[in-house]
């Protein structure tokens, strides 16, 4: 109690929806922080049995030379696993992470997502404390099954968080502070190659999955403490921020928690179009996180200090292009200069288009290491548009199914986080540039067809199925809900290439301080 009355004083001038958003960022920050510790950790877990040829050239050369004698491979790694099985149990995380998201966003739809995302991420924490154990005790099968646990408790992550979202964020703020939230992925993935690196060197591999693990449930007690599923369940929230929120998002009923409008969901044009951005984002963001510090180490052959800073820098980049791109999205909608469907159009493709050039670039540069360190940034510093663009799409189509729509999206675009890891394992497996060219061209090739995908399917705009339940009868005396000025909700049947859009409010329209 004691606690929570200090805490109530010291974050009173700040309005609850800014922290919530500051810990949504923390959240994916330290789930992504937990995910990539094995990426970082496995470069030196393993034994290094493939010598290659170190006397190839720096031009079309299919290898690389070694520029120093700290730069050979080690042969200290413990695990015997080749390119393959690395490939599985990297991508035994997405097995559990793709299975959760369906079930996490109804259930977070349904009670709220603040102790759905907290459980999550806590089972998440708890099996990452574990993994150093259970890989020497228990192989690389019951590693895999620490995946795919670890993977179970992050799958309800996003669709969790974005309910939550959906409740605090008014439509006019959804850039920023949708961006600044989903802009954790990048930070946490920052962190965990930067620190995983020194910690590796100093403490042994085994030492960063202790670290992560133990932030992770500092975070879930700070979660707990501080934010709530909705602003009428917050008990510290002012009187001002309390009116607004109610007045930009619309309420949802009792009926609208307990039925959902599963057949106009799955009917929806834009829905589709939104997976489809989904899964070239994924690819593309797990081909480089899950396996660009192997490229760093396999092809460049960065030690394992270089690696990690150096692996880190393009996740710097695309963090700041995210910020960045939120400011310029929300810029654009408050000036109304662009609809919301044209603003999510227009950063998707910038996130699309610009990686899929840099990748290739990047494959053609050979053996010159600057060189393709700064294409790999340029490449994943543009996938930062993604996140005004397609990342926070899901909260335009509904506030009622938030979750569920996360849930369905990133969970379908999960699967290629279980198919990236295993296709570069088989395709690479002699750690050649040829072979990581055509992984690049698969990726750029994802990149490019999904995006046209989008651009023809999605929208900005208000799905009609999000407030379909309001013409019902209401149940128990249940008075319908209004639309936001005050009148009773127009259900129309349109199409993702209409132009009517719910653009945000103008500035005189927000709340003062």
């Not at 961006?179 to 020194?198: D, E, N, W």
């Not at 007690?221 to 921020?241: G, M, N």
């Not at 810029?331 to 610009?354: A, C, D, N, P």
Request: glycine share 10%.
């Amino acid at each position: 109690m004691a606690i929570n009355h200090t805490l109530t004083r010291t974050l009173a001038w700040l309005p609850k929806r800014y922290i919530l958003a500051f810990m949504g960022f923390l959240a994916l920050s330290n789930a992504y922080a937990m995910r990539v510790c094995l990426s970082i950790a496995i470069v030196e877990m393993v034994t290094y049995k493939s010598q290659r040829n170190t006397t190839a050239g720096t031009g079309d050369s299919d290898t690389c030379p070694f520029y120093d004698e700290l730069e050979k491979p080690f042969t200290g790694g413990t695990y015997d696993w080749s390119e393959e099985i690395q490939g599985i149990v990297l991508g035994a995380f997405f097995w559990g992470y793709a299975i959760t998201h369906l079930p996490g966003g109804r259930i977070a739809d349904i009670y709220g997502g603040k102790y759905v995302l907290a459980i999550g991420l806590l089972i998440t924490a708890f099996f990452t404390l574990l993994t150093p154990v259970v890989a020497e005790k228990g192989g690389v099968t019951w590693m895999i099954v620490i995946r795919l646990v670890e993977g179970l408790g992050e799958g309800i992550t996003y669709p969790a968080l974005n309910t939550v979202l959906a409740k605090w964020i008014p439509v006019c703020e959804k850039g920023r502070l949708g961006t600044l939230v989903f802009s954790g992925a990048q930070m946490g993935t920052i962190i965990g190659t930067a620190l995983g690196g020194p910690l590796i060197t100093k403490w042994g591999w085994e030492s960063v999955f202790y670290f992560f693990g133990v932030v992770g449930i500092l975070w879930f007690i700070a979660w707990c403490t501080l934010c709530y599923s909705t602003p009428q369940s917050h008990p510290w929230i002012s009187t001002e921020e309390l009116a607004y929120l109610e007045k930009e998002i619309p309420a949802q009923t009792k009926k609208q928690r307990k039925q959902t409008p599963w057949k106009e969901i799955a009917k929806s044009i834009p829905l589709w179009g939104l997976v489809c951005g989904q899964v070239g984002h994924d690819w593309g963001f797990y081909t480089l996180v899950t396996d660009l510090p192997k490229y760093m180490k396999d092809i460049l052959h960065f030690n394992i200090k270089q690696n990690a800073a150096l692996s880190s820098v393009p996740h710097i980049v695309m963090w700041f292009v995210a910020i960045f791109s939120g400011w310029i999205a929300d810029w654009i909608l408050i000036k109304r200069y662009l609809s919301v469907t044209t603003v999510r159009k227009l950063f998707t493709t910038i996130g699309s288009i610009g990686p899929a050039i840099f990748l290739v670039a990047a494959s053609y540069a050979g053996c010159n290491r600057k060189t393709v360190v700064v294409l790999f940034t340029l490449a994943m510093g543009l996938m930062g548009a993604y996140y005004p663009g397609v990342k926070i799409n899901a909260l335009d189509l509904s506030s009622n199914y938030a979750g569920l729509l996360m849930a369905i999206s990133n969970g379908i675009g999960a699967i290629t986080g279980i198919i990236t890891p295993f296709l570069i394992g088989e395709i690479a497996a002699n750690h050649s540039i040829t072979e990581w060219r055509t992984i690049f061209f698969i990726s750029t090739a994802v990149f490019l067809v999904t995006n046209v995908i989008y651009l023809y399917m999605a929208s900005g705009e208000e799905q009609p199925w999000n407030r379909l339940q309001n013409d019902l009868s209401p149940e128990n005396g249940e008075k319908s809900d209004t639309t936001l000025d005050g009148s009773q909700p127009e259900i129309s049947i349109t199409t993702s290439n209409e132009k009517s859009e719910n653009l945000p409010p103008s500035n005189n329209d927000q709340p003062k301080g």
